[in-house]
T-cell receptor, first 113, second 108 residues
Framework: EAQVTQNPRYLITVTGKKLTVTCSQNMNHEYMSWYRQDPGLGLRQIYYSMNVEVTDKGDVPEGYKVSRKEKRNFPLILESPSPNQTSLYFC????????????FGPGTRLTVL | AQRVTQPEKLLSVFKGAPVELKCNYSYSGSPELFWYVQYSRQRLQLLLRHISRESIKGFTADLNKGETSFHLKKPFAQEEDSAMYYCAPVEWGQNFVFGPGTRLSVLP
């Protein structure tokens, strides 16, 4: 079954404690991206990756890092989380890049105290 | 700069009534146009893509290049259509930008 998975689904942490949210896909898609969803602001792109070892900033990259060492995984890293990074995070993938249909993960709800 | 607007944050209609969710964009080129939907407690999923010209769950979307709009329409709303709807015009070489979303509430 084609799927995009994220872990963890829920996370409560404290300011400054490094964390990683994983994203994995089994559809052999080259394009992967991360979004955060906040009330009243909709979805905003954090980082994206066109292929292995190729990553680039989206609209709101500050405070985040990503890596793409293999095609199926695209982890989102918060080196020193702050309360303003409390949000709902979605990973998405597509076959043909940003202009192709995006397939979304189930979301990760992060709370930074 | 790219800009996507969905003027209604919340749209409430009665079951069986027509519904139109508006989307306006200001792009320099000819973007690919998508509508995504998020039902309660579910992940976002594609509802409709302009290039495929499909009608999904009774929804259609009309592209007006002159007005740069891509409004989503359905002639008879159903309660299960209640969800968040996001318009997403996308161009190569530009960051992926979603509109702010419209929450559709279909009342019984």
């Amino acid at each position: 079954e084609a799927q995009v998975t994220q872990n963890p689904r829920y996370l409560i942490t404290v300011t400054g404690k490094k964390l990683t949210v994983t994203c994995s896909q089994n559809m052999n898609h080259e394009y992967m991206s991360w979004y955060r969803q906040d009330p009243g602001l909709g979805l905003r792109q954090i980082y994206y990756s066109m292929n292995v070892e190729v990553t680039d900033k989206g609209d709101v990259p500050e405070g985040y890092k990503v890596s793409r060492k293999e095609k199926r995984n695209f982890p989102l890293i918060l080196e020193s989380p702050s309360p303003n990074q409390t949000s709902l995070y979605f990973c998405a993938t597509s076959y043909g890049g940003p202009v192709d249909t995006q397939y979304f993960g189930p979301g990760t709800r992060l709370t930074v105290l | 700069a790219q800009r996507v607007t969905q003027p209604e944050k919340l749209l409430s209609v009665f079951k069986g009534a027509p519904v139109e969710l508006k989307c306006n964009y200001s792009y320099s080129g000819s973007p690919e146009l998508f509508w995504y939907v998020q039902y309660s407690r579910q992940r976002l999923q594609l509802l409709l893509r302009h290039i495929s010209r499909e009608s999904i769950k009774g929804f259609t979307a009309d592209l007006n290049k002159g007005e740069t709009s891509f409004h989503l329409k359905k002639p008879f709303a159903q309660e299960e259509d209640s969800a968040m709807y996001y318009c997403a015009p996308v161009e190569w070489g530009q960051n992926f930008v979603f509109g702010p979303g419209t929450r559709l509430s279909v009342l019984p």
